[in-house]
């Protein structure tokens, strides 16, 4: 798949509007494995089972036949998509995963969908592998993100609610059944918890301390002799019954498979004893008999393709693109008219980079889930392995910019600036920063910037200063300790801040920022709030409500050549006069804008969905 070119119709590209809007096309059409695991069909032969995620309105799972690779695309029950997390084959030979609220049953006998439903008090999704078998023959799972376990009776078709497990915590990652009729809980991320439920009374225990609830996330797993074994952090208990006995870890027994899986298990095993091995996006299974030499077996699927996250403009004059789930990057030559999918990063897998930047020769993306500032170099062969990689990686921060949201150069172009959200659990990212003349890095953390805030837009001033806004959120289950969304200057020679302001009373996210050529701040805050920022009297001189343009998708704001200010809302493009503040709304995207991105030779680029498109300033 690497380097595969997509131009003109191909993948529904270069479909203009009224010769304004272009559709490039579909960067990177594949879709990323959300679990494998083998099955039976009616004959009692082995079937193959993957789930995916791509851009399709409905989502879908590929059943393969592993000896010929013959593929059915079986699409969900009408209403149902998105990304599942966690999944389950049951001992009664069905199937069941959870994907937005939707909790679904499949028959792989039939290959019919039997079920689905959304469950009262419905989370959005379930992690980990925290689904299981329970008493009554009924199907458990505990939801994300409030933490409650519901349950499916497949006799009667009925979804139930049992309570909350955790008051606090989001993620339910492990859940497991005893013999006696409990249900057991591994629960993270921002403090570990180990909880049972019977969901007969509704008596919920508790099992650690509240000392003992360190940040991470705890774990359970069922034992052989029909108990269930939990851990926080060193402590390991033998659980049962509603009661808790602290054990040492020599006397926990090998877990006992409950045919629950998790997003990324890519391997499954046949009843011959072949272990299977998928890769999705790349359309192959790798089978690996007991004895024997492995084989290949290459299938096909219909693909919406990759959702694109991210859009920068590129040193060589082309526009870079990266996906997620899975990651992989894309180029629009805009001279060639062709998008080409690099492919992908294994390094960085089902993440992505969430924001990139041009320095020199040199195009630099900052990467959720591993922390890592990357470079690539557009004019050296794309090589994302091997002992000289391109991309390569130059530094790591993975609990303080899991999530990164910006990234940008200065004026110079010595200096690479990426910021974002912190790591699962925690609370306030903080700032990588590159010398590209010294080739180092180095971190301000959120204690050195605003604490307890992670920034996600920034800018250069005309000073030399750095100004960012912040977001008071934690995405990774941590717990948020502030209530509004900060504008702030770091002094760039001294590396401290000298100035903040919450600049729109009440929101919690300073979205989108651009310096003018007034030298005045544009920013945009969540509700869509405009605000207008002085640097230099260092007070906000204009606020104005533009929510009757949409939402505000990522890198919104952008300096056109005329020295207008444009920005991408998800239903509008607008353009807002720098002095006096006016604002017209300048067109209708065909598609809803998910993420905005460069002005590039007189056309706004950005991205909905899969696709690349392109509108021409006026």
């Keep these: 798949m690497n380097a595969l070119i997509l131009a003109g119709v191909l993948y529904g590209g ?10 490039h096309g579909v960067g990177a059409p594949v879709a990323e494995s959300r679990g494998f695991l083998a099955a039976e ?8 089972i993957a789930l995916s995620l791509d851009q399709s309105p409905r989502g879908w799972i590929l059943l393969i036949d592993p000896e010929t690779g013959q593929t059915d695309q079986h699409y969900y029950p009408e209403g149902v998509g998105g990304a599942p997390f966690a999944s389950l084959l049951s001992q009664n030979g069905r199937f069941y995963t959870v994907l937005n609220s939707h909790f679904v049953e499949f028959d792989p006998a039939t290959r019919e969908w039997l079920f689905a439903g959304v469950p009262p008090n419905a989370g959005i999704h379930v992690t980990g592998s925290a689904m299981c078998d329970g008493p009554g023959g009924r ?24 309570g909350q497990l955790d008051d606090a915590e989001q993620y339910v990652n492990t859940l497991v059944a005893d013999d006696a009729g409990w249900l057991w809980a591994g629960i ?7 909880v049972g439920m019977n969901p007969a009374t509704g008596e919920r225990v508790q099992v650690p ?38 054990i040492a870890a020599d006397e926990v027994p090998a877990p006992v498979p409950t045919g629950a899986i998790g997003w990324g298990t890519q391997t499954a095993r046949l009843p011959d004893g072949s272990v299977a091995h998928l890769n999705l996006p790349e359309r192959e299974l790798t089978i690996t008999p007991p004895e024997g030499e492995p084989r290949i077996v290459e299938f096909d699927y219909e693909s919406e393709g990759a959702n694109i996250t991210s859009l920068a403009a590129g040193p060589d004059g082309s526009i870079y693109a990266s996906t997620s789930h899975p990651m992989h990057l894309v180029r629009y030559d805009p001279e060639a008219d062709e998008l080409t999918d690099l492919g992908a990063v294994p390094a960085i897998g089902g993440g992505n980079m969430c924001a990139m930047t041009a320095a020199g020769e040199f195009l630099y993306g900052a990467e959720y889930a591993g922390g890592r500032i990357w470079r690539y170099d557009p004019a050296a062969p ?12 130059l530094a790591q921060y993975k609990e303080d910019l899991c999530r990164p949201r910006a990234c940008i150069t200065d004026p110079s172009e010595r200096w690479v600036v990426a910021g974002g959200f912190a790591g699962y659990g925690l609370c306030g990212g903080g700032l990588a920063i590159h010398d590209r003349e010294a080739g180092t890095t180095e971190l301000l953390t959120h204690e050195d910037v605003i604490e307890y805030q992670s920034t996600i837009t920034m800018r250069f001033l005309p000073s030399g200063d750095l100004i960012g806004g912040t977001s008071i959120a934690t995405p990774g289950g941590g717990h948020p300790q502030a209530e509004e969304g900060t504008l702030y200057i770091l002094d760039w020679d001294t590396r401290e801040v000298v100035y903040q302001t919450n600049p729109v009373p009440g929101a919690t996210e300073v979205v989108s920022i651009e310096v003018g050529p007034d030298g005045l701040v544009y920013g945009l805050a969540s509700g869509s709030q405009l605000f207008v920022f002085d640097p230099e009297s260092r007070e906000v001189i204009h606020r104005e409500d533009m929510s009757e343009y949409g939402g505000i998708p990522r890198a919104s704001l952008l300096l056109g050549p005329d020295g207008e200010l444009y920005s991408a809302f998800t239903q509008a493009i607008v353009r807002i006069e720098p002095g006096t503040f006016e604002h017209e709304k300048l067109a209708d995207p065909p598609r809803g804008v998910s993420a905005g991105g460069a002005i590039v030779d007189g056309r706004f680029y950005f991205a909905s969905g899969s696709h690349v498109w392109s509108w021409e300033l006026p």
Excluded at 41 to 48: I, M, S
Excluded at 146 to 159: A, G, K, W
Excluded at 382 to 393: K, L, M
């Design 41 to 48: 069909d009616a004959e009692g032969d082995p079937l193959l």
């Design 14 to 23: 270069a479909v203009s509007n009224a010769g304004e809007f272009i559709d």
């Design 382 to 393: 794309w090589q994302p392995e091997g002992e000289q990689p391109n991309p390569c990686a």
């Design 209 to 246: 301390s509240e000392e003992q609830r360190v940040h991470g996330t705890g774990h359970v797993q069922l034992g052989p002799d029909g108990n269930a074994y939990g851990r926080v952090a060193d402590t390991w208990w033998r659980l049962h019954a509603g009661q808790a006995q602290v």
């Design 188 to 194: 993270g991320t921002a403090r570990q918890n180990v």
């Design 139 to 162: 199907i458990f799972a505990g939801m994300h993100q409030n933490c409650q376990l519901i349950s499916y009776d497949p006799q009667t078709q009925e979804l139930s609610a049992h």
